[in-house]
């Protein structure tokens, strides 16, 4: 088997004195490792007070989340040798959890916004029948629609990695998000479909800046920005007047009237409330930040406009 030498630069936290601090580690292992064998091979042989979780090694229980090269996934299904660069590799906690020591963060924010939003199936009597002689049929092309979503083995890559949460802290977070989906779409669910969207709208869908880091740190596949793009569209069509018709109305209003999405004011109607304020206020003090005169904050017409109006109008006659 052949032999590798690199660095295993890992972040670290002592809890004892509240302090997180990188460590290097100098290797010489077989090029077969994953990152979580490269972590037990330093535990085993270099220092025994390193701290990580893990437990079926096969991508199943999902305990071994981390950052690896600023990339979150599992630490027992990524190759290492796949992520040396220039002869190092780095490994630090998930972001948006609280460490409590090395490479071990505190779940219990993630698991209680899960609680939340009602993270089970309450048996729809029309669908499910009350004795266990008979079946509770779900049809394939009705699993179809949320099987990929029950594959979450709630391993927290997503949320480490999330944008949102680094914006705002009470954010619910992508797989709780999915969660919400997935059981909208369960035939067999016998929760409102409002309630469930309205368990998800506070600091959740509207908060999502749709960055698709969730997707890409999902081990299993999940894509939580779709679905919540898709819990988005099931909130416009069961509310007359709610945050997505609000939005959606000024969205097309402005790109029709100016042929740009209105970025600065977008969020504050959306919201409508003392919350669209807030919007508003931190939007002035970015688009501030970045040296733009307050003329310039709201998008403007642009030459040639009446043409794509013109074009927009044929649309709509057409549909
Ligand atoms: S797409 Fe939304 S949920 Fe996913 S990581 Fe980005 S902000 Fe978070
Ligand atoms: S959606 Fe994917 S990344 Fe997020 S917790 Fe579930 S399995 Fe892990
Ligand atoms: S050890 Fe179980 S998912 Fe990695």
């Known amino acids: 088997m052949k032999k590798i030498k690199y660095t295993a630069k890992i972040k670290r936290y002592n809890p004892d004195e509240d302090r997180s601090y990188w460590q290097d580690f100098e290797v010489e292992v077989e090029d077969s490792l994953t990152v979580l064998e490269l972590l037990m091979y330093i535990k085993d042989k270099i220092d025994p007070t390193l701290t990580f979780r893990a437990f079926c090694r096969s991508a199943i229980c999902g305990s071994c989340a981390m950052i690896i090269n600023n990339r979150a996934g599992l630490a027992c299904k990524i190759q290492a040798k796949d992520k040396i660069k220039n002869g190092v590799i780095k490994i630090e906690p998930?972001?948006?959890?609280?460490?409590?020591?090395?490479?071990?963060?505190?779940?219990?924010?993630?698991?209680?916004?899960?609680?939340?939003?009602?993270?089970?199936?309450?048996?729809?009597?029309?669908v499910v029948p009350d004795n266990l002689k008979s079946e509770s049929l779900v049809l394939p092309e009705e699993f179809a629609r949320y099987d990929k979503q029950t594959d979450c083995i709630l391993c927290m890559a997503c949320y480490g990695q999330c944008n949102a949460l680094k914006g705002d802290d009470e954010y619910l977070g992508p797989f709780q998000l999915t969660k919400v989906f997935r059981f909208i779409m369960d035939t067999r669910d016998g929760v409102d479909v409002e309630e469930r969207i309205k368990l998800a709208e506070d600091h959740g869908i509207w908060e999502c800046v749709q960055c698709q880091m969730c997707f890409a740190a999902c081990p299993k596949g999940i894509s939580s920005c779709d679905d919540i793009l898709e819990l988005r569209r099931i909130a416009k069509d069961t509310g007359e007047e709610n945050i997505a018709t609000r939005r959606a109305k000024f969205w097309f209003a402005t790109v029709f009237e100016t042929g740009q999405i209105d970025k600065f004011n977008l969020p504050?109607?959306?919201?409508?409330?003392?919350?669209?304020?807030?919007?508003?206020?931190?939007?002035?003090?970015?688009?501030?930040?970045?040296?733009?005169?307050?003329?310039?904050?709201?998008?403007?017409?642009?030459?040639?406009?009446?043409?794509?109006?013109?074009?927009?109008?044929?649309?709509?006659?057409?549909?």
């Open 268 to 319: 504050a109607v959306a919201f409508g409330d003392e919350k669209g304020e807030k919007a508003r206020e931190n939007m002035e003090k970015e688009f501030r930040k970045r040296g733009l005169p307050e003329d310039e904050f709201g998008p403007k017409p642009f030459d040639g406009i009446d043409k794509f109006k013109n074009f927009i109008k044929k649309i709509e006659k057409e549909l």
């Open 94 to 126: 998930l972001k948006t959890l609280k460490p409590i020591r090395d490479l071990v963060v505190d779940q219990e924010p993630a698991f209680d916004k899960l609680k939340k939003i009602k993270p089970y199936l309450e048996p729809d009597p029309k």
